[in-house]
């Protein structure tokens, strides 16, 4: 199947979210339309009708840009600073949780055949998640006994999802999109108390509407 038909069934089920970006990425993959959606970059020419397996890499974590410092900015006393153990201990736990959103996706039934990302081959298409620009609003430190913090929401993330050649190594598309907490959006609902239950339970609700959008592609081309 060509890299044009996923590309239009992807469109139809895109990422929510539109962002702006250069017509043409970096690495020579072209901006695809998608109004009211997530970008799409491909690379034109290719075909996916030989890949009948997937490999899913662990995936990668970034923080938006000071976003330690605008954490720390006011915060008295000194105990309920964050620190850069708090910031590892987020990334790892928003890594694991996209790793078992993407890996649990391709496993619903019919499941996809999944092999390691380590032994990959040419019908492979390796699944390379990354979260970045990550900006939780109000993170749960351990320490700070009973202060409590209310937001109106949980904070915001975008994924970047690149779909790859097990053999070659070639980005094959790549799809770029930002969600953010629904109680962060103008709903009414007011503020809440923002927790490590809550802030996990939204970080699970927004990777899996991607690990949904990403499956409802697959499914239509790869299974027509």
């Given at each position: 199947?060509?890299?044009?038909?996923?590309?239009?069934?992807?469109?139809l089920?895109?990422?929510?979210?539109?962002?702006?970006?250069?017509?043409v990425?970096?690495?020579?993959?072209?901006?695809?339309?998608?109004?009211?959606?997530?970008?799409?970059?491909?690379?034109?020419?290719?075909?996916?009708?030989?890949?009948?397996?997937?490999?899913?890499?662990?995936?990668?974590?970034?923080?938006?840009?000071?976003?330690?410092?605008?954490?720390?900015?006011?915060?008295?006393?000194?105990?309920?600073?964050?620190e850069?153990?708090?910031?590892?201990?987020?990334?790892?736990?928003?890594?694991?949780?996209?790793?078992?959103?993407?890996?649990?996706?391709?496993?619903?039934?019919?499941?996809?055949?999944?092999v390691?990302?380590?032994?990959?081959?040419?019908?492979?298409?390796?699944?390379?998640?990354?979260?970045?620009?990550?900006?939780?609003?109000?993170?749960?430190?351990?320490?700070?006994?009973?202060?409590?913090?209310?937001?109106?929401?949980?904070?915001?993330?975008?994924?970047?999802?690149?779909?790859?050649?097990?053999?070659?190594?070639?980005?094959?598309?790549?799809?770029?999109?930002?969600?953010?907490?629904?109680?962060?959006?103008?709903?009414?609902?007011?503020?809440?108390?923002?927790?490590?239950?809550?802030?996990?339970?939204?970080?699970?609700?927004?990777?899996?509407?991607?690990?949904?959008?990403?499956r409802?592609?697959l499914?239509?081309?790869?299974?027509?």
């Open positions: 199947m060509s890299l044009e038909k996923i590309l239009l069934v992807f469109v089920t895109a990422l929510s979210g539109c962002v702006q970006l250069a017509p990425s970096h690495d020579g993959l072209s901006l695809q339309e998608s109004a009211g959606f997530g970008a799409v970059y491909a690379r034109q020419g290719g075909v996916l009708d030989d890949y009948d397996r997937f490999a899913v890499e662990d995936c990668t974590v970034a923080f938006r840009a000071n976003w330690l410092r605008d954490q720390n900015r006011g915060r008295r006393p000194l105990t309920h600073r964050v850069p153990k708090d910031m590892a201990a987020i990334r790892d736990s928003v890594a694991t949780l996209c790793d078992e959103a993407f890996r649990d996706m391709l496993a619903v039934d019919p499941p996809y055949k999944v390691d990302s380590g032994k990959t081959g040419a019908t492979t298409l390796l699944l390379r998640p990354a979260i970045v620009d990550l900006d939780v609003v109000a993170p749960d430190l351990r320490d700070i006994g009973l202060l409590r913090t209310f937001t109106t929401g949980a904070g915001a993330m975008t994924l970047r999802l690149e779909v790859v050649d097990g053999h070659t190594g070639e980005t094959l598309f790549r799809v770029i999109d930002r969600q953010r907490d629904v109680a962060s959006m103008d709903t009414g609902t007011g503020l809440r108390w923002s927790n490590r239950v809550t802030n996990r339970l939204e970080a699970q609700r927004m990777l899996r509407h991607w690990a949904k959008h990403l409802d592609g499914d239509r081309v790869m299974r027509q």
